[in-house]
């Protein structure tokens, strides 16, 4: 089983760029939640898809925008990128229901310059 | 607005000795789960210990266990037998179910001395 896998590890943007960021959910897994960490900060949740839909949606500005594909994995698109927008961006994945532990990949380290 | 809190940014424990990390948080939810991550150097989340709200019974895994005060709204976590591999960044998270949203505190930065 492979885990959580994103890609790619490192990216190095200049301000005004866009930018994808995708993420292959834990084999059986339904469930891809995307969350962003800055620079000694816990990580803040972005968004969550479900069955190719957002369920839910943290406090992210339009600039941010995703989806899930039918074989579960996902992708994260960043707008306009600003030097705020440098971070960590860790994907998470779970099944959907009561069970709620999320299984997390080594993240995406985007760096805006 | 639920919130989670971990009031030592920075810790330091004696490899073999036992050290307790602190988390509190704020929810009026009745149900939810609390949980202990893991964040080494390699950037990967690990869970280390879950915590469903309506067991009352503390949970353990291993060399890791939690002291749960729900009244308290507080969710320890002691190592024991520190071992150098324990040395990483320990986030508590809250998750109100169903597949919710992690809402995690600023973490506690884990040092383990020889």
């Known amino acids: 089983d492979a885990g959580v896998t994103q890609s790619p590890t490192h990216l190095i943007k200049t301000r005004g760029q866009q930018v994808t960021l995708r993420c292959s959910p834990k084999s059986g897994h339904d469930t891809v939640s995307w969350y962003q960490q800055a620079l000694g900060q816990g990580p803040q949740f972005i968004f969550q898809?479900?069955?190719?839909?957002?369920?839910q949606r943290g406090n992210f500005p339009d600039r941010f925008s995703g989806h899930q594909f039918p074989n579960y994995s996902s992708e994260l698109n960043v707008n306009a990128l600003l030097l705020g927008d440098s971070a960590l961006y860790l994907c998470?994945?779970?099944?959907?229901?009561?069970?709620?532990?999320?299984?997390f990949g080594q993240g995406t380290r985007l760096t805006v310059v | 607005a639920q919130t989670v809190t971990q009031s030592q940014p920075e810790m330091s424990v004696q490899e073999a000795e036992t050290v307790t990390l602190s988390c509190t948080y704020d929810t009026s939810e009745s149900d939810y789960y609390l949980f202990w991550y893991k964040q080494p150097p390699s950037r990967q989340m690990i869970l280390v210990i879950r915590q469903e709200a309506y067991k009352q019974q503390n949970a353990t895994e291993n060399r890791f266990s939690v002291n749960f005060q729900k009244a308290a709204k507080s969710f320890s976590l002691k190592i024991s037998d520190s071992q150098l591999g324990d040395a990483a960044m320990y986030f508590c998270a809250y998750n109100a179910g169903n597949n919710r949203k992690l809402i995690w505190g600023l973490g506690t930065s884990l040092a383990v001395n020889p």
């Open positions: 998470a994945s779970s099944l959907v229901g009561p069970s709620t532990e999320a299984f």
């Open positions: 898809y479900y069955e190719e839909e957002e369920r």
